[in-house]
């Protein structure tokens, strides 16, 4: 499992962070990781789709509307889920790496890699963890700055994580 995070104060923002976003199934107890995308410090950024293993069956026609990705897409275009937990490990071994739906992305990163038989090399945190109350109470606000300024209109994993970045450095700027 991914080693736990807490609420302490916030970490000073000196580089721009390892920013990561998932798109799930659904929101509910059976959802699990379809789709991650994650941006690096220096802008590198990997998205990749994931085929569900046999028993995800779990599907939330909401949650599909919202990120425009099929089941059938997944079969046919997603990778093996050993496959991306591997490559994950590959790009974020001795990282944090921050989000900003902690309890969600915690658990559906924690099933990516308990059903790929393997341990995260990486710690994911949540991106209060970088931010104080009067710089997170402005996040929304960021957020949207950085999606216009970006001109990222679809709702998929590695265009959110690379807006959540932008507002961050913006935020930690002001």
């Known amino acids: 499992m991914l080693p736990a995070t807490d609420t302490a104060t ?3 923002l000196v ?3 390892c920013v990561l976003d998932i798109e799930a199934s659904g929101f509910g107890r059976n959802s699990y990781p379809i789709e991650i995308g994650y941006v690096l410090p220096d ?3 990997r998205c990749t789709l994931i085929r569900p293993a046999a028993h995800w069956t779990h599907w939330d026609s909401e949650a599909e509307a919202l990120h425009g990705i099929s089941r059938s897409k997944l079969l046919r275009h997603g990778r093996a889920v050993a496959e991306v937990a591997q490559a994950l490990n590959d790009d ?3 990282r944090t790496v921050y989000c900003d739906g902690w309890a969600h992305d915690y ?3 924690g099933a990516l890699f308990e059903e790929a038989g ?3 090399h990486f710690k994911l945190e949540t991106v209060g963890r970088l931010l104080d109350e009067r710089r997170l109470s402005h996040l ?3 957020r949207a700055s950085a999606s216009a300024e970006l001109g990222l209109s679809r709702h998929r994993a590695s265009n959110d994580a690379r807006v ?3 507002a961050l450095a913006r935020l930690a700027l002001s």
Request: proline content about 17%; aromatic content about 4%; glycine content about 12%.
């Open 10 to 12: 916030p970490i000073p």
């Open 140 to 142: 929304g606000e960021a």
């Open 118 to 120: 393997l341990r995260p």
């Open 43 to 45: 802008g590198r950024s």
């Open 164 to 166: 959540l970045q932008r």
């Open 92 to 94: 974020l071994t001795g």
């Open 107 to 109: 658990a559906w990163l």
């Open 15 to 17: 580089e721009v962070p």
